[in-house]
């Protein structure tokens, strides 16, 4: 995926540059890219019983901790967008405390704080009103590679067993697919998580190729009634 994202960036330079005449042609044309399978994620989800110790696991390490976790989780933002917040952009809009989350591309959604992220988070600010949002102990704001390894600490903590890989995009991913387990519209999950195309959200459902719920199992109930069905009417 990496040698795909470099090998487009660099072609899309270069077929730029010989539109302007800058270049003779693009030197990335015949290149072969790698196939990338589109519906593939290298992110191990969690299960929500295992979100639900990382977040008891967070809630006993540090405030800090735990309204990291709960933000991650229960917004579904990538980790950059949350680091990069200030705290004065904590707003409200029709009774709903909110967070302005800048998305790819630039564009900023405001998202709604549920009650239990905003608790706490106000209990990590302790009344602060200023500042970087997320902040390390000398003041600085929270940088990612920080928040990657002390993820992996709190998940060591909750006793994960992905917890040496674990990533923050995890939650994010966890946020998609519990949100779809409990009903909520694909389309309105897709909005929720800031994506252009439900394709994307869908790639982000760990529910997908359950077994649980596969076809299978509708139809061979409905073909077990229709036999059973026609096994008690009399024959003519």
């Known amino acids: 995926s990496g040698r795909a994202q470099?090998?487009?960036?660099?072609g899309s330079f270069y077929t730029y540059a010989a539109r302007l005449g800058a270049v003779p042609a693009d030197p990335f044309a015949a290149v072969a890219r790698p196939d990338i399978d589109p519906d593939h994620s290298s992110t191990q989800g969690?299960?929500?019983?295992e979100t639900a110790r990382l977040l008891e696991a967070a809630r006993e390490h540090a405030p800090r901790s735990y309204a990291l976790v709960a933000l991650l989780y229960l917004l579904g933002p990538r980790v950059d967008e949350v680091l990069a917040l200030d705290v004065e952009q904590l707003g409200y809009d029709r009774g709903h405390r909110t967070l302005p989350l800048r998305r790819k591309g630039g564009r900023v959604q405001a998202v709604p704080v549920p009650p239990l992220a905003l608790d706490a988070l106000l209990t990590y600010l302790d009344g602060r009103s200023k500042g970087a949002l997320f902040v390390t102990s000398s003041g600085r704001r929270w940088s990612e590679p920080e928040v990657w390894k002390h993820l992996r600490v709190l998940a060591r903590r909750a006793g994960?067993?992905?917890a040496d890989s674990i990533k923050p995009h995890a939650l994010r991913h966890g946020f998609i697919?519990?949100?779809l387990d409990n009903g909520v519209p694909l389309h309105e999950v897709q909005d929720a998580a800031g994506h252009r195309?439900?394709?994307t959200t869908q790639r982000y459902n760990r529910r997908r190729g359950r077994l649980d719920g596969h076809p299978a199992y509708k139809v061979a109930a409905?073909?077990?009634e229709r036999l059973a069905d026609r096994a008690e009417a009399p024959q003519s």
């Open 6 to 10: 470099t090998l487009s960036a660099a």
């Open 46 to 49: 969690l299960t929500p019983d």
């Open 160 to 162: 994960l067993p992905q």
């Open 177 to 179: 697919t519990d949100a």
């Open 197 to 199: 195309d439900p394709r």
């Open 222 to 224: 409905a073909m077990a």
